[in-house]
């Protein structure tokens, strides 16, 4: 008996400081999970190794289990969730999938638009494989393969040239410097990045039909282009706006408006109230 008290007591304090670690220390949230699963299995293995409940009958036994892991999972989840949050939005790679779509597309159906909203003309390219602009030594490149929509571009940073954000057929990858790339977000569709000033430099939405985009892009050499649609955020202005800047001339507006909540690792995936994709 004394033995299995003494059992009974490490188990306990094993759970205690599992479940400590589970809620309190910044692990990933799936280790959050497996953790919070050992304690509920002590949990339980103590519980009915007590005199009072050994003789329970199994179904009662399986009833208690049930009940305590329902307790279980409602104090951890919020824990969980919000390393999961937190998580996801530290991600700094990804993959953009477009939307399923009952509408089978050719490879050469291949349509694109300035800005994020429902509202911009869509521009049928037939351009092929080739670039749909070369701007600040930047391409951006959309096509489909096998009815997939690729998209693929780069954006530097202003000043230093290095790499924000590069997209290659959809695979995203982003710096991992603060002074690079200060904030991102995104959802399997839509990432939007900001630079080390805390400025959208790329905002990219897949549909079934077609990409949209806003972006600024810069080279070494301190000249770059931002291509924007004010509207709707600038009723009279309808764009799309072409921005050439050079060292000396580098206007702040118009501007790319963000259509994801910020910070990422607070709203992580979730959209601005104007923006409806």
């Known amino acids: 008996m004394a033995e299995k008290i003494g059992r009974s007591t490490a ?25 919070m699963m050992v304690v509920g299995g002590l949990a339980i293995d103590i519980a009915f190794r007590h005199p009072k409940t050994i003789e329970f009958h199994w179904l009662k036994k399986l009833g208690i289990s049930v009940l305590g892991i329902g307790i279980l999972s409602a104090i951890s989840y919020l824990p969980i969730h919000k390393q999961y949050v937190e998580d ?26 300035i800005g994020a909203g429902l509202d911009g003309t869509k521009i049928s390219w037939t ?7 070369t701007i600040a030594g930047s391409k951006l490149l959309i096509r489909r393969e096998n009815g997939k929509l690729l998209l693929s571009v ?12 590069n997209i290659t057929d959809n695979r995203w990858t982003i710096s991992s410097a603060q ?7 995104y959802t399997r569709n839509a990432l939007e990045v900001k630079d080390g000033r805390g400025r959208v430099v790329l905002q990219v939405v897949l549909m079934p039909e077609s990409v949209r985009f806003q972006g600024e892009w810069w080279h070494e050499d301190g000249n770059g282009g931002r291509v924007v649609r004010p509207y709707p955020y600038d009723p009279v202005k309808t764009g799309p706006v072409f921005v050439i800047m050079t060292p000396v001339y580098h206007p702040d507006v118009p501007t790319i408006e963000p259509i994801f909540k910020y910070p990422s690792k607070e709203h992580w995936g979730e959209y601005v109230n104007w923006f409806k994709p």
Request: proline letters at 5%; zero cysteines; charged letters at 20%.
């Open 154 to 165: 780069d954006v530097r940073e202003r000043g230093s040239g290095a790499v924000v954000v």
């Open 179 to 185: 002074n690079v790339s200060w904030d991102h977000n």
């Open 11 to 35: 188990e306990a304090y094993s759970g205690l400081a599992i479940a400590i670690i589970a809620v309190v220390f910044p692990v990933t949230w799936w280790l959050k999970i497996v953790l």
């Open 88 to 113: 996801s939005a530290a991600a700094l790679s990804g993959e953009l999938e477009a939307p399923p779509s009952d509408v089978n597309f050719n490879d050469s159906d291949v349509k694109f638009q």
């Open 127 to 133: 351009g092929g494989k080739g670039p749909i602009f």
